[in-house]
């Protein structure tokens, strides 16, 4: 059973554009989220976190929001860039802990 | 940033034989480590909590036997595969961390594990 779902495998955009970048999960007792990107030959890298007293937060070009009641979280990055094409991992902890349940990861391309 | 060496990055064996990954913490003390496995298209899946100079803790369906794991120092966690064979072939990473609420993990590149 898996409880952090990421149902896009793969995301194309165009450079400028918005990506969104979907996820989900079954647990309620998740708290804690947090997206990491992964380039080839190399691991995950932290990229945002929410908590779930928030709904959104916001890194430069990197927004997360949380809709709870949905158990659904989005990444969005505006502008998208070319350097932005990696895949993105979707994790959720209970207990703002460490050990963390991933997604399988979206594979996001950012067209020239 | 905080960095995290894991290796080596690859490597091929024969059935049978044991196989010994490391990751170390190269800038802070790690006080957990966390050992993940991942198959083609899937998620990393956590196989295994470590705690230094404490046990590890497994998660349900990993064998204890077959993937030793030893966090002797704060810095320095293994994973050893035992009488490797085929099945364990996968992807095999490691991420640190340390301290508490809203820490962020850093991840080892990765160790591509072929068992011939």
């Known amino acids: 059973d898996q409880q952090v779902k990421q149902n896009s495998p793969s995301l194309s955009v165009q450079e400028g554009r918005i990506s969104i970048l979907n996820c989900d999960y079954t647990?309620?007792?998740?708290?804690?989220f947090l997206w990491y990107k992964k380039y080839p030959a190399e691991g995950p890298t932290f990229l945002i976190s929410i908590s779930s007293i928030k709904d959104k937060n916001e890194d430069g070009r990197f927004t997360v929001f949380l809709n709870k009641s949905a158990k659904h979280l989005s990444l969005h990055i505006v502008p998208s860039q070319p350097g932005d094409s990696a895949v993105y991992f979707c994790?959720?902890?209970?207990?703002?802990?460490?050990?963390?349940?991933f997604g399988p990861g979206t594979r996001l391309s950012v067209l020239p | 940033g905080a960095v995290v060496s894991q290796h080596p990055s690859r490597v091929i064996c024969k059935s049978g034989t044991s196989v010994k990954i490391e990751c170390r913490s190269l800038d802070f003390q790690a006080t957990t480590m966390f050992w993940y496995r991942q198959f083609p298209k899937k998620s990393l899946m956590l196989m295994a909590t470590s705690n230094e100079g404490s046990k590890a803790t497994y998660e349900q369906g990993v064998e204890k036997d077959k993937f030793l794991i030893n966090h002797a120092s704060l810095t320095l966690s293994t994973l050893t595969v035992t009488s490797a064979h085929p099945e364990d072939s996968s992807f095999y990473i490691c991420?640190?961390?340390?301290?508490?609420?809203?820490?962020?993990?850093?991840f080892g590149s990765g160790t591509q594990l072929s068992v011939l």
């Open positions: 994790a959720a902890s209970e207990n703002y802990g460490q050990n963390f349940v």
């Open positions: 991420s640190a961390g340390a301290g508490w609420v809203g820490e962020k993990l850093f």
């Open positions: 647990n309620s007792m998740f708290d804690y």
